[in-house]
């Protein structure tokens, strides 16, 4: 049973718990430490996620794709490493990405859509292609 519901961004939705309002979440320049929290990735109604300027290290969560009504992703001044994962390709609203400065190297995934981000949202991962 849902305990509310109405129309968002043209879908009817219910929501069957708070976490489905949450559409922002901003923790940005917090000092966190430690991996991103598997948790975030069930947040697929998310708008915004910003968490840059933390020390936050391991890699980008290879279902970060499934998060797919991001509209902006912002991963920049961490410690982030491997690679960019290609579920990312599936981000078809994302229209503001940053990942800069971190330690993400490999290829950015073969998508028009990722390549079409300024170089900037890349810079500073010395083995990022």
Not at 97 to 122: E, M, Q, R, V
Request: charged content about 15%; cysteine-free.
């Amino acid at each position: 049973m849902g305990v509310g519901g109405g129309v968002f961004r043209g879908r009817t939705v219910t929501f069957r718990n708070t976490l489905e309002l949450i559409v922002t979440i901003d923790l940005s320049s917090n000092e966190l430490v430690g991996q991103i929290p598997e948790e975030l990735m069930k947040l697929t109604e998310l708008l915004i996620l910003n968490l840059s300027r933390n020390h936050l290290s391991g890699s980008i969560l290879h279902n970060i794709g499934n998060m797919k009504q991001l509209l902006s992703l912002d991963f920049s001044e961490n410690n982030l490493s491997g690679m960019i994962p290609s579920s990312m390709v599936h981000m078809n609203f994302l229209n503001f990405l940053d990942l800069s400065h971190n330690n993400l190297s490999g290829k950015i995934p073969p998508s028009t859509h990722l390549w079409s981000f300024s170089d900037s949202a890349y810079a500073g991962n010395e083995y990022l292609k």
